[in-house]
Nanobody, 129 residues
């Protein structure tokens, strides 16, 4: 059972930056896609970004495109989410998720990790206005 631990959340003013990390407990991390999701109070969990197993394919929600950057370091079993130009509406608990199977298609990986993936416990990001 792969365990994921997010870190890097905190309180930041609007316009500021944070970098989230997602550390995995097993080397199988390097074979699977990673996704970032967030859930604000009273709202459903939403997709933020994802990166394929090798790091050469990424995708973003329209709401964060151009401001957030996803990356990974497979040698460290860690994925990252660099968040710039943060807005109050980015306030949420951020979760990373790991697919449970190697896939070449990132969209399918995102769909699978929603229901069968491994999930971290989340890290709170609060953006003040």
């Amino acid at each position: 059972q792969v365990q994921l631990v997010e870190s890097g959340g905190g309180l930041v003013q609007a316009g500021g930056s944070l970098k989230l990390s997602c550390a995995a407990s097993e080397r199988t991390f390097s074979s699977y896609a990673v996704g970032w999701f967030r859930q604000a109070p009273g709202k459903e969990r939403e997709f933020v970004s994802a990166i394929n197993w090798s790091g050469d394919d990424t995708t973003y929600a329209d709401s964060v495109k151009g401001r957030f950057t996803v990356s990974r370091d497979n040698a460290k079993n860690t994925a990252y989410l660099q968040m710039n130009s943060l807005k109050p509406e980015d306030t949420a608990v951020y979760y990373c998720a790991l697919d449970s199977y190697w896939r070449s298609n990132l969209d399918r990986a995102i769909a699978n990790m929603r229901v069968r993936g491994y999930w971290g416990q989340g890290t709170q990001v609060t953006v003040s206005s």
